[in-house]
């Protein structure tokens, strides 16, 4: 009797503490696509260090784009589009990269020159197949 509560509660004890490890566990895998800003990127993760919201328009600015993984029953995306536009005239596109899109396509980075852009707030869409996955305002100093 003894020996049988003790096997169940070391049995309840695994289970909580499986279950617990495969929700609290974070494998690194982006779960949605994002826009960051900022100055400096860390070379092991390819990620912004301190991405900003507002940026001085006077430094080199990195934009760094992160792709959600697809699964296999996900169509593979042929294109993204990011589209920077100033808040007031969205119409009007300052800058437009295209990124080609292959299995190993998992993030982009491309810079903006010191004084490329004037001082305001700007839009930042990325699409996937003409599709919006995301908007973000950044606000240039």
């Keep these: 009797m003894f020996r049988g509560k003790n096997f169940l ?3 309840i004890v695994l289970i909580f503490a499986g279950l ?8 690194g895998e982006i779960k949605r696509d994002n ?13 912004i260090i301190d991405p900003q919201s507002k940026v001085d ?19 593979q995306n042929k294109m993204f589009l990011l589209k920077v536009a100033n808040t ?4 009007n ?5 295209s990124i080609p899109n292959d299995e190993a396509t998992s993030g982009y980075e491309f810079k903006i020159s010191p004084g490329k852009l ?18 973000k305002v950044f606000t240039f100093k």
């Design 35 to 47: 826009i960051e800003i900022g100055y400096k990127t860390n070379d092991e993760s390819q990620r």
């Design 118 to 135: 004037s001082a305001g707030k700007y839009q930042f869409s990325l699409y996937r197949d003409n599709n919006i996955s995301v908007k």
């Design 9 to 11: 509660i070391l049995f």
């Design 88 to 91: 007031k005239d969205e119409s």
């Design 57 to 75: 328009r006077n430094k080199e600015v990195i934009v760094s784009l992160h792709f959600k993984n697809e699964s296999e029953k996900e169509k």
């Design 93 to 97: 596109v300052l800058i437009e990269e």
């Design 20 to 27: 617990l490890f495969f929700i609290m566990k974070d494998d």
